[in-house]
């Protein structure tokens, strides 16, 4: 049954233009590579096959960027939450050495992608910046510096006064930072991809649910309400959204995450004399606490945050006064900052924070488990998954493949979010 086509109360829906327009899938069509679902991966798998010059059809359940690509922060950081480089390297060897370099490059993949197809996305490679909550946790910032400093990437530590200069507050005791990261209008980028892929030669297919996929005659089939979808190879990239519209699609991908609501905020824009002083050059920003305070300007100079509540009730309400006082706390001369826009998606988490990569049957990918960092992450992957689908040898991409491991007890797991979120809090207090 088809979902009515709601966008969320966000920023981003009310300041980006519409969309493309786009037919809904209606009967039998085929096409040499077919993808589900049209976030950040989904788009930009289909525009690297474009630029291959396969034939390429996207079907998406609703409109592109509906999903957490359209929800999130905006934040273009070119590293995991974690595991850090050196641990990734160590659980998936040689295939976790390319993916640390996919990792490194995936900011400048997703700008430089901006520029190339002329997407207008208010991108801003201004940096990403990653402050220390407390002096414990220096070493975290010490450590990441290094590892990626050795894998080549553009990463500064900085002492407390120049974190002090970067953010305009005392509230950190140091940070590393990576230039080639910054931030974007996440919604614009996914309809400017969206433009770009349909520019290409792409079609893409809305408000067409994937009720399941199927294997008939040695080719992909995807089942929607109205059509079927025939193709040689297929990329499932409905990420932590896989179950919304069903519980056939890849039951054993989708209960290896368990999809945590994030909410997302926006403040009254930022007088010109406060940014001077504010965050002056506009990086992106999270910092090391568990329960992780960010934040970054749009480009109509509003504070983008956001956060989480361990009670579930009234939240929208109760985040703004809260969210209001850490800012203050952080930034005393912004006063107690009004927001016009409260807003959530859903985030796919691991329980050991890795992203779960998967070669799913014959020319057949998927993957899950962003963990809230992957606006990089997932432009980069669809480039991988796009060579992978072209014909080029896996084992020399950045795709570390495993198989599907669901997590037991997979339907509780939410239950525990509110416990998780008190012992972050805890270890946040006690530096652990
Ligand atoms: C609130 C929030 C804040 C975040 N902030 C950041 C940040 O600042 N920086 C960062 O790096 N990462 C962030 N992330 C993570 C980032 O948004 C995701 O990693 C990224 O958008 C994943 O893109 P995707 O294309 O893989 O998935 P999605 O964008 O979720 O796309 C999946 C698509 O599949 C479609 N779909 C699902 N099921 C079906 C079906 N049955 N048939 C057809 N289509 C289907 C959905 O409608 C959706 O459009 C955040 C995530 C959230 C939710």
Redesign the pocket.
């Known amino acids: 049954m088809a979902q009515a086509l709601t966008w969320p109360d966000s920023l981003w829906a009310a300041a980006t233009p519409e969309g493309p327009d786009l037919p809904a899938l209606d009967g039998e069509a085929r096409a040499d590579v077919a993808v589900?679902?049209?976030?950040?991966?989904?788009?930009?798998t289909a525009l690297h096959l474009r630029r291959q010059g396969l034939d390429v059809a996207v079907?998406?359940?609703?409109?592109?960027?509906?999903?957490?690509?359209?929800?999130?922060?905006?934040?273009?950081?070119p590293t995991l939450t974690r595991p850090d480089p050196d641990q990734i390297v160590a659980q998936h060897g040689a295939a976790g050495e390319r993916f640390t370099h996919l990792i490194r490059d995936s900011a400048a993949i997703l700008f430089d992608l901006v520029r190339e197809e002329g997407i207008t996305a208010e991108a801003e490679q201004n940096g990403w910046v990653q402050p220390v909550h407390s002096p414990g946790r220096m070493k975290i910032a010490e450590r990441r510096y290094r590892q990626w400093l050795a894998l080549g990437a553009p990463v500064e530590l900085l002492d407390a006064d120049a974190t002090r200069a970067l953010l305009g507050s005392q509230a950190w005791h140091g940070a590393w930072l990576n230039r080639s990261g910054g931030?974007v209008n996440?919604l614009a980028l996914?309809r400017g991809m969206a433009r770009a892929a349909l520019g290409r030669g792409a079609r893409i297919f809305a408000r067409?649910?994937?009720?399941r996929i199927s294997r008939e005659d040695g080719r992909w089939v995807v089942h929607?309400p109205r059509g079927r979808m025939v193709a040689r190879a297929l990329m499932m990239?409905?990420?932590?959204?896989?179950?919304?519209?069903?519980r056939a699609?890849m039951p054993d991908v989708a209960r290896q995450v368990v999809p945590v609501?994030?909410?997302?905020m926006a403040s009254e824009p930022v007088s010109e004399n406060l940014r001077g002083v504010v965050m002056p050059t506009r990086p992106?920003m999270?910092d090391t606490h568990g329960d992780l305070w960010?934040a970054r300007y749009d480009a109509r100079h509003r504070i983008i945050t956001?956060g989480a509540l361990a009670i579930p009730f009234n939240r929208e309400a109760r985040l703004k006064p809260y969210l209001a006082r850490r800012l203050a706390r952080i930034w005393p001369m912004l006063g107690e900052l009004r927001f016009s826009h409260v807003?959530?998606?859903?985030?796919?988490m691991t329980d050991d924070f890795m992203p779960r990569l998967h070669r799913i049957g014959p020319d057949a990918y998927a993957?899950a488990g962003?963990?809230?960092?992957?606006?990089?992450?997932?432009v980069a992957?669809?480039r991988e998954f796009a060579a992978a689908i072209a014909g080029r040898d896996p084992a020399t991409l950045g795709l570390p493949f495993t198989e599907p491991e669901p997590l037991a007890l997979h339907a509780l797991a939410p239950l525990a979010f509110p416990f998780m979120l008190n012992l972050y809090r805890w270890r946040d207090a006690r530096e652990v």
């Open positions: 589900v679902g049209a976030g950040f991966t989904g788009l930009s079907v998406e359940a609703m409109e592109p960027g509906w999903g957490a690509s359209g929800r999130n922060n905006g934040q273009v950081i931030h996440p996914a067409s649910p994937v009720a929607t990239a409905t990420n932590a959204y896989t179950q919304e519209f069903g699609l609501l994030s909410f997302q992106a999270s960010f956001g807003w959530s998606g859903k985030i796919g993957w962003c963990n809230g960092r992957a606006v990089a992450l997932s992957l669809g």
